[in-house]
């Protein structure tokens, strides 16, 4: 099989394009349509939030993220994992990698809720007192910390693209943003959504 190489997905600009998109997006829509009265400044919200989320970023990238787009290059490239036995290649690919990744991250979710010492980082998220876009940026680093080693067993388990791989990474952290916003939605938009994804 043949594989991009990592650096080359990992130097792209769309990634983070994505990433402020999709928040202005969602903090327009909450001026907008907010669903609940603003309890606290959104400006302080924003500013400690965007500072822990520019903290945890740079650690993300210098320490993990590198080095899973460098696995997964090597483990797409070998067609080790589930997705080389079943020799799926271009976009069929990435749509079930992405299906895959979604469900694992799905589990990957309830463990932190259940399980006590991985609660111990997820809760710095849930102490938010009053939920908007910008809580999808309050993460404790030692949680994403945690999730790059599950992620690892993942690449190892399946063998996404790294192309899938970027893609999955930025859509968990566009939908995020999503689902935490203080937006309401028209009743017929709502229950179209969430026949498909988790909304607000």
Same mark, same amino acid.
């Given at each position: 099989? $043949?594989?991009?190489?990592?650096?080359?997905?990992?130097?792209?600009?769309?990634?983070?394009?994505?990433?402020?998109?999709?928040?202005?997006?969602?903090?327009?829509? @909450?001026?907008?349509?907010? *669903? $609940?009265?603003?309890?606290?400044? $959104?400006?302080?919200r924003l500013g400690f939030h965007a500072l822990?989320?520019?903290?945890?970023?740079?650690?993300? $990238?210098?320490?993990? *993220?590198?080095?899973l787009l460098a696995l997964a290059a090597a483990v797409h490239a070998r067609g080790l994992g589930l997705r080389g036995r079943l020799d799926l290649e271009g976009p069929a690919e990435i749509l079930v990698s992405l299906v895959v990744l979604d469900l694992l991250d799905y589990w990957w979710h309830r463990w932190?809720?259940?399980?006590?010492?991985?609660?111990?980082?997820?809760?710095?998220?849930?102490?938010?007192?009053h939920v908007d876009a910008t809580t999808s940026l309050r993460?404790?680093?030692? @949680?994403?910390?945690l999730s790059g080693g599950m992620k690892a067993l993942w690449i190892l388990a399946w063998g996404p693209s790294p192309l899938a791989f970027l893609v999955f990474e930025a859509a968990i952290t566009a939908f995020a943003q999503f689902h935490h916003a203080n937006v309401d939605l028209p009743g017929p938009a709502e229950r179209a959504a969430r026949l498909v994804l988790m909304t607000p």
């Amino acid at each position: 099989p $043949r594989s991009a190489p990592a650096s080359a997905h990992h130097s792209s600009p769309w990634r983070p394009a994505v990433f402020l998109g999709v928040l202005a997006l969602m903090l327009a829509l @909450e001026t907008a349509f907010p *669903a $609940r009265p603003w309890a606290a400044s $959104r400006i302080k919200r924003l500013g400690f939030h965007a500072l822990v989320a520019g903290v945890n970023t740079l650690l993300y $990238r210098v320490l993990l *993220a590198a080095p899973l787009l460098a696995l997964a290059a090597a483990v797409h490239a070998r067609g080790l994992g589930l997705r080389g036995r079943l020799d799926l290649e271009g976009p069929a690919e990435i749509l079930v990698s992405l299906v895959v990744l979604d469900l694992l991250d799905y589990w990957w979710h309830r463990w932190n809720h259940r399980v006590g010492f991985f609660w111990r980082f997820h809760r710095a998220h849930h102490s938010d007192t009053h939920v908007d876009a910008t809580t999808s940026l309050r993460f404790h680093f030692g @949680e994403l910390a945690l999730s790059g080693g599950m992620k690892a067993l993942w690449i190892l388990a399946w063998g996404p693209s790294p192309l899938a791989f970027l893609v999955f990474e930025a859509a968990i952290t566009a939908f995020a943003q999503f689902h935490h916003a203080n937006v309401d939605l028209p009743g017929p938009a709502e229950r179209a959504a969430r026949l498909v994804l988790m909304t607000p």
